[in-house]
């Protein structure tokens, strides 16, 4: 059963940081790449960031190019997103992702498996 649980949330003030890590089980991990998606309040899921099978390729969405990035630790089965420079704008739920492929997608339908969330909260 391929399970993948999310840690590190919060609330933070804008222009802090926080470091969102999902632990992965249940698959092979260095077989495929991972992905960050968000959900805002009545908002659909989006794309935030992606990274291959061996971390050699990322992929981000524009809106956090600068501030964001996502890198990973096959030896722990581990995937993280370092978040700079937060705004009230990144307010969200979360999502770790583990893709059908080994190559960055940034697509939610190429995804097989999702995490269950961690709220992060950005206030102004």
């Known amino acids: 059963q391929v399970q993948l649980v999310e840690s590190g949330g919060g609330l933070v003030q804008a222009g802090g940081s926080l470091r969102l890590s999902c632990a992965a089980s249940?698959?092979?991990?260095?077989?495929?790449?991972m992905g960050w998606f968000r959900q805002a309040p009545g908002k659909e899921r989006e794309f935030v960031a992606a990274?291959?099978?061996?971390?050699?390729?990322?992929s981000y969405a524009d809106s956090v190019k600068g501030r964001f990035t996502i890198f990973r630790d096959n030896a722990k089965n581990t995937v993280f997103l370092q978040m700079n420079s937060l705004k009230p704008e990144d307010t969200a739920v979360y999502y770790c992702?583990?893709?059908?492929?080994?190559?960055?997608?940034?697509?939610?339908?190429?995804?097989?498996?999702w995490g269950q969330g961690t709220q992060v909260t950005v206030s102004s």
């Open positions: 990274i291959n099978w061996n971390g050699g390729s990322t």
């Open positions: 249940g698959r092979t991990f260095t077989n495929y790449a």
């Open positions: 992702a583990s893709a059908r492929t080994r190559v960055v997608v940034t697509l939610p339908y190429v995804y097989a498996y």
